[in-house]
């Protein structure tokens, strides 16, 4: 039997390189080898209280970007989380045993109610729940989890662990984090600081679906600085994400012509920019088309939701009516 894999994506608009490198292009790789479950975390982004129009427009972006990187809805079920409503049943029954105090010490809800102090709502509490109820409601072996969420991978086993003790049954079994470890590429982002993401602001993201003239103006503005002065001088961490980013979108060649440069000092940023961008718009450009084309057909997207629904459905309906009679109802 293949073991269960389940990952999820908030629904903030297109994914951006971080997320296909960090992500996405995993999930493509374990489609074959796993059980997979890839989801758009629809229910999790109601913390933040979006507007209907645009929860509905990021759900489908997300998916059409899933979609266009290579997850296939025939080999995974590939659904947006509130097709699955037996999730929110599951919530509701792991919240009787989620306590206050190790919410309250969750380094996310923590970080959250320090940024939305004005909307500090129970859901923001229980985000890491409802995570647990996406899990545990396929009983999901690996989660491919980044170390900012592990604790809620922690918080997941927890859970599972108290269900069992508390109704006496050996019924849910502990996820595990699934670690790309060697595998993942650094994708820094263009602030010359820290990773590619979109909390950093959306200027120091590349996104999948991006146009090619917004990737130019936002190439061009990466921060670098007035240049090498002595030969094969070690890099300041800006200039070396730029040539980072080089390497994982240009051409072994190109990146060897500029490394060139800047160990001889006659390095031009602005040349240097200029090819860059070009060369993320080369790779971007399959997903774009890709993406567009997707959004494009609605009732082709409907469609895959709609099959990733109902594989999702089979399995959850399934742990909800156990958990049911193991409850009393
Ligand atoms: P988020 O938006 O931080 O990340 C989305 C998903 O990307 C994967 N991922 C990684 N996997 C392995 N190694 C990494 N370094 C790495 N970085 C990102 C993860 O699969 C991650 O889940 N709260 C979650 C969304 C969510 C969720 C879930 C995730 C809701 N329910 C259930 C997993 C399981 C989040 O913000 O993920």
Redesign the pocket.
């Known amino acids: 039997m293949k073991k269960t894999v ?5 629904p ?1 608009g297109d994914l951006h390189l971080g ?1 296909y490198f ?2 996405l292009k ?2 493509v790789k374990m489609q074959d080898e796993f059980n997979c479950y890839f ?1 758009v ?1 629809d229910y ?1 982004s109601l913390t933040t209280h979006p507007n209907p129009e645009n929860l509905r427009k990021n759900t489908r972006r997300v998916l059409a970007n899933y979609v266009a990187a290579g997850l296939d809805p025939k080999k995974c079920a590939l659904y947006i ?1 509130s097709d699955v409503q037996e999730v929110v049943e599951l919530y509701l029954f792991l919240n009787m045993s989620a306590y206050l105090g190790e919410l309250e010490r969750s380094v ?1 809800f923590k970080d959250k109610a320090r940024q939305q102090p004005d909307n500090v709502n129970a859901g923001l509490l229980t ?1 890491p729940v ?2 647990a109820a ?2 545990l409601i396929h009983k ?1 072996h690996f ?7 592990e604790q ?2 922690e918080m997941a086993r927890t859970l599972a662990n108290r269900f069992n003790h508390l109704y006496k049954v050996e019924y849910f079994a502990e996820p595990q984090a ?3 470890g060697e595998q ?1 590429v650094k994708i820094p982002g263009l602030d010359g600081s820290g990773k590619m993401g979109k909390s950093e602001g959306e200027a120091n993201a590349i996104f999948l679906g991006e146009e090619p003239e917004s990737i130019r103006k936002k190439v061009m503005k990466a921060v670098t600085d007035s240049g090498p002065t002595e030969p094969n001088q070690e890099k300041p961490e800006a200039i070396k994400n730029i040539f980072q980013l080089m390497s994982v979108v240009s051409k072994p060649d190109t990146l060897d012509f500029f490394e060139n440069a800047y160990n001889t000092c006659q390095i031009r940023y602005g040349d240097m920019k200029k090819q860059l961008a070009e060369d993320m718009i080369l790779f971007t450009a399959p997903f774009r088309e890709r993406i567009n084309d997707l959004l494009a057909d609605e009732k082709g997207l409907d469609a895959i939701a709609a099959e990733g629904a109902e594989k999702a459905r089979i399995s959850a309906r399934k742990t909800i009516d156990e958990v049911r009679g193991i409850i009393g109802f």
Do not use: C, E, M, W
């Open positions: 389940l990952s999820g994506i908030r903030t997320n960090g992500a995993n999930f989801f975390a999790h989380q996310t985000y409802l995570q996406d899990i999901a989660v491919p989890v980044g170390k900012d969420q809620h991978l699934y670690n790309f993942l």
